[in-house]
């Protein structure tokens, strides 16, 4: 069993930068490859950013070179830095995590789920 805990969302005007946590606990965190997922009003869910153990990260092309993904494991939490954000960033942000050692980009494949954390880009 994993516990996933998101902070760090809020209202941020376009150009601007925002930092999500998310906290886990409940199982050897360096065994376990991370993700961010976010869903807009109206969408499905789509893949932003993955870390995996080694610490390989995966990113969508809309987040590339905008997003960045780390993670600490003696502090068991992964971090996404947004900066440049833009109006199409808006989303309720979600952390999850894969101990199957899936696809990095497919939701499904994650065995966790975070509560989400909302992202509000202003114009």
């Known amino acids: 069993q994993v516990q996933l805990v998101e902070s760090g969302g809020g209202l941020v005007q376009a150009g601007g930068s925002l930092r999500l946590s998310c906290a886990a606990s409940?199982?050897?965190?360096?065994?376990?490859?991370m993700g961010w997922f976010r869903q807009a009003p109206g969408k499905e869910r789509e893949f932003v950013a993955a870390?995996?153990?080694?610490?390989?990260?995966y990113y969508a092309d809309s987040v590339k070179d905008r997003f960045t993904i780390s993670r600490d494991n003696a502090k068991n939490t992964v971090y996404l830095q947004m900066n440049s954000l833009e109006p199409e960033d808006t989303a309720v942000y979600y952390c999850?995590?894969?101990?199957?050692?899936?696809?990095?980009?497919?939701?499904?494949?994650?065995?966790?789920w975070g509560q989400g954390t909302q992202v509000t880009v202003s114009s």
């Open positions: 999850a995590a894969d101990l199957q050692l899936g696809a990095p980009r497919n939701q499904y494949d994650y065995d966790y």
């Open positions: 409940g199982r050897t965190f360096s065994s376990v490859n």
């Open positions: 870390i995996w153990r080694g610490s390989m990260p």
